[in-house]
């Protein structure tokens, strides 16, 4: 069954992004195993192949983001504002921005009524001409050189960080994902990640692998709470755990939500910690991905699996131990009686 379309703008562009993590997957396993197979006369092809596969990645995020908002008729002006975001170099967060801009000028347009005579027009030339000309002009005149800007510092960033800033970054790194479990700060950290991978940065699969180490981190770790001490937690908040490993499996850091809603001073900081934990070492251990999402599925495909699946158990374990921790404490000052907690 298809999943519910998303009615708000973030759900929207969170949609279109997801249409590209089958080409940078693909792509990501093509260059494996193009450097896997060197110069026999198969490996040099691959790599082309993967070249190719990741270079569809930023007209393939403009296009399906302007769908998600605009619909079909968003589709042209979503990828060819994304092929203008690749020719100024505006890379991944260009074709980000060329698709909210086609979707909304789309969906604009479509609400501006025509003449019967040209309404069958209307989808098929006038809405996907018009919002390709003010989406091209936008980017080309207005949006690309700054964001041309953004990327290349972005780059210049990721290429200079050291082994030990990079344990650092994916600390903090780590920190974001968790302190709002999916809300603006997560998805600054993952934006950032997912646009890192678009500049081919050496230092970009380590971002991401953190990310997303860090971002599975939150729900297991309440999964795991709510097994070994279940006392601790609601018949509610034991059920909303059983789904946490599910989600947590697959890089659903929002898995975590009901937990730290209903109790933030004792879950949301555990959560933080371990996540930070869970970024540093996976970074430290060289732990790295291609893959912008899909969590226990593409971790054959990351550098160093091992490392990644070693960083996402020590920090679901302290986030966890400390979550029990704390909820172990008696929350009323002392003298005053505590309810037991069925």
């Known amino acids: 069954m298809d999943s519910p379309t998303p009615t708000s703008l973030h759900g929207k562009v969170v949609q279109g992004v997801s249409h590209a993590i089958p080409f940078v997957v693909t792509g990501g396993v093509l260059l494996a195993l193009g450097y896997a197979l060197g110069d026999t006369p198969i490996g040099p092809s691959l790599h082309e192949l993967g070249t190719l596969a990741f270079g569809l990645l930023v007209p393939v995020v403009g296009g399906y983001v302007a769908h998600a908002i605009g619909d079909r008729p968003a589709l042209v002006p979503g990828f060819v504002g994304g092929a203008v975001a690749v020719q100024t170099g505006a890379g991944f967060l260009g074709g980000l921005v060329a698709g909210v801009l086609a979707g909304i000028v789309t969906e604009r347009l479509a609400r501006v009524p025509v003449p019967p005579a040209v309404a069958g027009l209307r989808p098929v030339l006038l809405l996907p001409l018009v919002a390709t000309l003010v989406t091209g002009a936008a980017m080309w005149l207005v949006v690309g050189a700054p964001l041309a800007g953004l990327t290349a510092s972005l780059t210049d960033e990721l290429n200079g960080l050291s082994a ?54 939150p729900p297991l770790a309440v999964a795991l709470a709510t097994t070994v001490r279940r006392r601790l937690f609601t018949a509610t908040e034991r059920d909303n755990g059983r789904a946490a490993w599910l989600l947590g499996a697959v890089y659903v850091t929002e898995g975590a939500i009901p937990f730290a809603a209903a109790d933030p001073l004792r879950v949301l900081p555990p959560l933080v910690a371990g996540s930070a934990v869970t970024g540093g070492l996976s970074a430290a251990l060289g732990a790295t991905t291609t893959a912008p999402h899909g969590g226990i599925f593409v971790l054959p495909m990351a550098g160093n699996p091992l490392g990644q699946l070693v960083a996402i158990a020590v920090g679901t374990l302290v986030s966890a131990a400390a979550v029990v921790a704390l909820k172990s404490m008696p929350r009323r000052p002392a003298g005053f009686p505590v309810a037991e907690t069925v």
């Open 164 to 217: 030990g800033s990079l344990v650092l970054a994916g600390a903090a790194l780590g920190v974001m994902v968790a302190a709002d479990l999916g809300g603006p700060i997560n998805k600054t950290a993952y934006t950032f990640a997912v646009g890192g991978l678009a500049t081919g940065a050496p230092a970009a699969g380590t971002a991401m692998a953190a990310v997303m180490a860090a971002g599975m981190t």
